[in-house]
């Protein structure tokens, strides 16, 4: 009996302590009406004054003095025709107007003298006439003559391909021997350091860039700035996009046809809030969850909030769902919490 009676007693044990709330590393919520979106377009560089030259006459490429990767100046010859044709018409042409010369002597020497006769009365006026018109007509033949060489002297020119500006050859399309015709390209030249660049954007996005505007480009890594010049008239049917053309600033490792970055930044109207993505744990069905910190009696308590990631990127999401503004939101060190913890927020340093 005296056992039973001591087993009923009520115990005398201290009851456990309860667990300190978990230290958490908090940042607060903070939703706005809208979100950025940045679009990232690439595009090529294009020289703004890239030439594909070539010679205005037919003929046989005679020599190439220049090869791609050299660079030209303005003037220097790159290319020559054979011009033995034109030498030969040169030489004929000269040998016509030295006998017209000869026979305009001719013809002055013998009006000089039927005018003396004529003073004298043993010369009739229409020979003196038939001598004026033969006059006349030499020297017609004469500039025809004098105009025919100095043609040819244009053509023999024009046989020498010369280099309208500085510049580098990027491109050799012939080789010495081969027939051209006139204005196939023999040589592409690309200017040394000014360009421009050539990028496509969506036409919904058209209304945020504005000719004039001055924008930040990235060239092989490095950001330049541009001035947006222009843009074309048509939607490109393949990629859906508009061509933009900006201008750029002289560069020195300018490289025609390389790659060009350009960034536009969208505003999405939609209510969100910005979360770092450490924030952000799985959920059930393909959502998203939020450790948020709410407040309980005597401190903290966490609560799992479901919400939708609306944009991201490696630093932060744009979200919405159940939370609200003011909210303390916890960024770190998720892995080791569970839903009704007590917990000790800390706003972040």
Not at 10 to 33: D, H, I, N
Not at 107 to 121: H, K, M, S, W, Y
Not at 306 to 321: K, N, P, Q, R
Request: some cysteine; proline content about 6%.
């Amino acid at each position: 009996m005296l056992l039973v009676l001591t087993g009923c007693q009520p115990s005398t044990e201290a009851p456990a302590p309860s667990k300190a709330p978990y230290p958490v590393v908090t940042e607060t919520l903070l939703t706005q009406p809208d979100y950025p979106i940045t679009h990232r377009f690439v595009g090529r560089l294009y020289s703004s004054t890239t030439s594909q030259v070539g010679f205005e006459l037919a003929g046989v490429v005679e020599s190439i003095e220049v090869d791609t990767g050299e660079r030209v100046s303005q003037g220097q010859v790159l290319a020559t025709l054979d011009d033995a044709l034109l030498v030969s018409e040169a030489a004929q042409l000269a040998a016509n107007l030295d006998q017209i010369r000869a026979q305009q002597s001719l013809v002055n020497t013998t009006l000089e003298r039927q005018r003396t006769l004529e003073a004298q009365g043993y010369q009739s006026q229409q020979q003196i006439d038939e001598l004026l018109s033969q006059q006349n007509e030499l020297t017609a033949l004469a500039q025809q003559l004098s105009a025919s060489l100095n043609s040819n002297t244009i053509r023999r020119q024009k046989s020498q391909l010369v280099a309208p500006f500085d510049g580098i050859v990027s491109q050799r399309q012939l080789a010495p021997g081969q027939v051209v015709s006139p204005g196939q390209p023999v040589l592409t030249l690309v200017p040394e350091a000014q360009g421009e660049a050539r990028i496509g954007v969506p036409v919904r996005l058209l209304s945020r860039l504005s000719n004039g505007n001055d924008f930040t480009v990235l060239v092989q890594d490095q950001p330049h700035p541009a001035r947006l010049v222009g843009r074309s008239a048509e939607v490109n049917p393949v990629t859906r996009t508009v061509e933009l053309r900006f201008a750029l600033p002289p560069m020195d490792n300018l490289v025609n046809g390389d790659l060009v970055y350009l960034s536009v930044e969208e505003r999405i109207v939609h209510r969100a809030a910005k979360v770092p993505v450490s924030a952000l744990t799985s959920g059930l069905r393909g959502r998203w969850n939020l450790m948020v910190a709410a407040e309980a009696e005597g401190g903290h308590v966490l609560e799992r909030r479901d919400v939708t990631i609306l944009h991201s990127d490696d630093e932060y999401a744009f979200v919405s769902g159940a939370i609200a503004d003011r909210e303390q939101v916890v960024i770190t060190g998720l892995q080791s919490l569970v839903a009704g913890q007590r917990v000790a927020p800390r706003a972040k340093e």
